[in-house]
DNA sequence: ATAATCACCTGCTCGC
DNA sequence: TGCGAGCAGGTGATTA
């Protein structure tokens, strides 16, 4: 899926399209996507404005003057904006309509998906209550990472994708952040010492912020909300890179498979 | 409590 | 050219 930065590029990419633009229909063509969507979310939805568009994990929050759109773009989601007319093509599962004739258009072809309306403050959705900190925040640190993985036996790239750990992480750039800071993914999270997991901390930042301004990566489906795709899968160092040589020392790439994830990493550079 | 596995979908690539 | 197997950016639920 989208991970963080595909997420918060698409949250930069629609925010200034919709934001106080009045919705004036809702088309759902599909009757599910990861749940079932509300069929009635027409009714909640037609005349509210938009107050602003936030993103906490990799959920889009599209907050309005009564309640929140809660949005996740699964492993395959995108949002464009398109004008009115445009018919939908293969995918296009969700269209909600803005009075200025545009129309924001969720396209997922997988349909792991999640759009749902909450009326409380979204902070209080059941699946945001537990998620971890945002990696980008200055409560995510090296610290925290230590702290948290302390008698935890689980390698530690699951363990920085568990969302309850820290958020936004997801399979390419757990690979990517593991590789910048020279840990085997499949080592013990909690047989990593403090000084590694700063260095781990940090490069999780780096390599989220290198992204983000890539427009996030691209593999098959991702759009930006313009359409384009993100341009950061040619900075990419090992993800995707197995038999091809490590950047730093040249030896092959090495691809596994861990807790059913694909992994990729160096095993001279990463230990 | 923690860790591993399954499940939800479609589409694409690979090997035969 | 066709077909089944395996795999793909996520994550909640279920099982040991």
Known sequence: ??????????????????????????????????????????????GQRVLAVSRRAKYLLIRLEQGSLLLHLGMSGSLRMVPLQTPAGKHDHVDIHFADGQSLRFNDPRRFGLLAFFQGTPDDHPLLTHLGPEPLATDFSGTFLFQRSRKRRLAVKPFIMDQRTVVGVGNIYASEALFRAGIRPDRAAGRISLTRYEELAWQIKEVLLAALEAGGTTVSDFRQADGRPGYFKQQLQVYGRDGLPCPVCGQGIVKVSLGQRSTFFCRHCQR
Do not use: A, Y
Not at 10 to 27: A, D, F
């Open 1 to 46: 899926m989208p991970e963080l930065p595909e997420v918060e590029t698409t949250r930069r990419g629609i925010e200034p399209l919709i934001c106080n633009q009045q919705i004036t229909g809702v088309v759902l063509r599909v009757p599910k996507l990861r749940w079932p969507l509300d069929p009635h979310l027409s009714e909640l939805l037609v």
